[in-house]
């Protein structure tokens, strides 16, 4: 690959896209942006892009604008003759639909996936996927990036005594482990059931956490309600200050001001891969950027170097 590589941005987290720019040291791509009265999306690259290694960075996240500025900006960028388009998506949308577990349902993050494709992306670069399997939902190559880096650096310099890392329920083991290992810490799991969707219930804590300092790590907080029970279920088990990190502050509805005041809870970290508004940055919130990391692998993947040594 030569070297002219170019980053662009797309309208749902542009200071992030910024950051990354800025961090990998180019200016942000330059484009247009406009909706029509009738709600359709326009975009239009101001620079030109034929025979460029194009990164276009985009969150998927609510509302459904997000997908569809993305997907032109793909098309738009094949037919100005890109050499290669990445598509970065900090956040991974309708990952959350990842089978078919009732009748006459759509598997969301496979159909994304197809639409990537189709629109004309060459590769995905993405964090934290709500399940690993989703990168075999494409047929191009995908790479994968960890949050777990940045915050186990975070909570390493608070030096927390007795910490326990705690999955907030059964899914979440896998990636609680992986911060475990990093944080030389135990590990304990909540088990939860879920009545109904955007709904959780904490009935069981497995795992010591009487007399610990607690870390609850998850791929996301939407509407803090498993956070919210996994901190009350963990606290009444003994346990003194409780901490949380997940990567995708989704916070939808009254989430932030849920997590707010929920006086068990320490300190919620979470990332940049989304945009925070400024009403839902509450004070518990702790905002950690991924803005390096992604511009190192931005770096790589255009020096075709390997990225899953940054996680070794």
């Known amino acids: 690959m030569g070297t002219n590589i ?43 892009v034929r025979g460029a290694d194009v990164f276009l960075v985009q969150p998927t996240n609510s509302p459904s604008d997000n997908l569809i ?33 009732q009748p006459r349902v759509s598997i969301t993050a496979k159909l994304v996936a197809n639409l990537l494709t189709t629109a004309g992306a060459d590769r995905v670069l993405t964090m934290d996927l709500h399940a690993p399997q ?76 009487d007399g610990r300092n607690v870390l609850i790590v998850d791929d996301l907080v939407d509407t803090g309600g498993t956070l919210v029970e996994a901190v009350q279920a963990i606290k009444k088990k003994g346990a003194k200050k409780i901490y949380a990190a997940c990567t995708h502050a989704i916070l939808s509805g009254k989430a932030a001001e ?19 508004p400024e009403e839902k940055r509450v004070p518990k919130l702790q905002i950690l950027t991924v803005a390096n990391l992604f511009a190192e692998a931005i770096r790589r993947i255009h020096n075709n170097e390997s990225i899953s040594i940054l996680f070794d």
Not at 23 to 28: E, F, K, M
Request: aromatic fraction near 10%; hydrophobic fraction near 45%.
């Open 69 to 101: 500025e993305l997907l032109i900006m793909v098309d738009a960028a094949r037919r100005a003759s890109a050499e290669r388009i990445t598509a970065v998506i900090p956040y991974f949308g309708y990952a959350r639909q990842d089978r078919k577990d």
């Open 258 to 276: 849920r997590i707010q005041a929920c006086e068990e809870l320490e300190e919620l970290a979470v990332t940049d891969t989304v945009w925070i």
């Open 6 to 48: 170019k980053i662009f941005s797309g309208n749902a987290n542009r200071p992030l896209a910024e950051q990354i720019a800025k961090a990998y040291g180019i200016p942000l791509g330059a484009t247009e942006h406009k909706k029509f009265q009738d709600g359709e999306l326009w975009v239009k690259y101001n620079e030109n």
């Open 134 to 209: 989703i990168q075999g939902f494409f047929d191009i190559p995908l790479d994968h990036l960890y949050s777990s880096t940045i915050f186990c650096d975070y909570f390493r310099r608070k030096k927390i005594p007795d910490l326990v890392v705690m999955a907030p329920d059964v899914g979440g083991i896998r990636m609680a482990r992986a911060y475990a290992k990093r944080l030389e810490a135990p590990l304990a799991v909540v088990d939860k059931r879920r009545p109904a969707a955007n709904q959780a219930k904490a009935v069981n804590v497995i795992g010591e956490v």
